[in-house]
C-alpha cells in the first residue's frame, strides 16, 4: 500500500520553462511533506518543505503547491535550468519522523 | 563539513555472507535511519533509532539488524546476505525524532549479491 505515489517516472522540459512534478498521497494524517533532489551517486538532498497549515510555499525558483482535498503535492521549478536535472522524490513523515516517500520522477532538463 | 558519511561506498558479495554497513553523522543528531532504494520504490525505511540506546524496525527490517553504537554511529548489518538485498542502502539523520523535519543523507553504499 504506497501511501505516497509520483505517477510520472519521468519528465523532460526544455531550459527556461516551467516544470511541474506532480505527487499523491492516500494518508490524510500527513501534516508535513518535503520535496527531495537526488544526483546520481549521492544522497538525496532536501529541497522544500510544506506543512499541511499552507497552500503555498515559495524558495527562490522552487515552489511547493498543496491540495489537502485532493490529497496532492507538486512542485513547480520556473526557470528549469540543465543543473535542475535530477531524481525528485515527495516524501512525507509517519508516526514521529520516519518518511514514506514516493516512487520519483526523473526531470531532464534539456538546454 | 562532512554531515552523513557511509562506508564503504560499493561492495560485491556471495549469498550467504555478512556485512556490516557503516555510518557516521558529525551534526550531534539525535535521530539516525537505515533506507534501502531500489528501482522505481523511492525509498522504505529498514530501522532507524530515535535517540542513542533506541533502536526500531522500519517498514522492510526482514534480514538486518542495527546498533546503535553511540550517538554518532549507527550501523546496518547483513548476517546471511541474499540475492534480494541487493540495492543502494543510504543512512539519514535528524535532530529530533518527535518533529517533522528534513532528515539529512548520506551518499549511500552501493551493494551487490551475486
Known amino acids: 500500500d504506497q501511501q505516497v505515489k509520483q505517477n510520472s517516472p519521468s519528465l523532460s522540459v526544455q531550459e527556461g520553462r516551467i516544470s511541474i512534478l506532480n505527487c499523491d498521497y492516500t494518508?490524510?494524517?500527513?501534516?508535513?511533506f518535503l520535496w527531495y533532489k537526488k544526483y546520481p551517486a549521492e544522497g538525496p538532498t532536501f529541497l522544500i518543505s510544506?506543512?499541511?497549515?499552507?497552500d503555498k510555499n515559495e524558495d527562490g525558483r522552487f515552489t511547493v503547491f498543496l491540495n489537502k482535498s485532493a490529497k496532492h503535492l507538486s512542485l513547480h521549478i520556473v526557470p528549469s535550468q540543465p543543473g535542475d536535472s535530477a531524481v525528485y522524490f515527495c516524501?512525507?513523515?509517519?508516526?514521529?519522523?520516519?518518511?514514506?516517500f514516493g516512487g520519483g520522477t526523473r526531470l531532464m532538463v534539456k538546454p | 563539513n562532512a554531515g552523513v558519511t557511509q562506508t564503504p561506498k560499493f561492495q560485491v558479495l556471495k549469498t550467504g555472507q555478512s556485512m556490516t554497513l557503516q555510518c557516521a553523522q558529525d551534526?550531534?543528531?539525535?535521530?539516525m535511519y537505515w533506507y534501502r532504494q531500489d528501482p522505481g520504490m523511492g525509498l522504505r525505511l529498514i530501522y532507524y533509532?530515535?535517540?542513542?540506546?533506541?533502536?526500531d524496525k522500519g517498514e522492510v527490517p526482514n534480514g538486518y539488524n542495527v546498533s546503535r553504537l553511540n550517538k554518532r554511529e549507527f550501523s546496518l548489518r547483513l548476517e546471511s546476505a541474499a540475492p534480494s538485498q541487493t540495492s543502494v542502502y543510504f543512512c539519514?539523520?535528524?535532530?529530533?525524532?518527535?518533529?517533522?523535519?528534513?532528515?539529512?543523507f548520506g551518499d549511500g553504499t552501493r551493494l551487490s549479491i551475486l
Open positions: 533509532s530515535a535517540s542513542e540506546g533506541t533502536t
Open positions: 539519514a539523520s535528524d535532530r529530533d525524532f518527535e518533529k517533522s523535519q528534513p532528515q539529512h
Open positions: 510544506i506543512s499541511s497549515i499552507k
Open positions: 551534526m550531534n543528531h539525535n535521530s
Open positions: 494518508n490524510s494524517m500527513f501534516d508535513y
Open positions: 516524501a512525507a513523515p509517519n508516526a514521529g519522523n520516519m518518511l514514506t
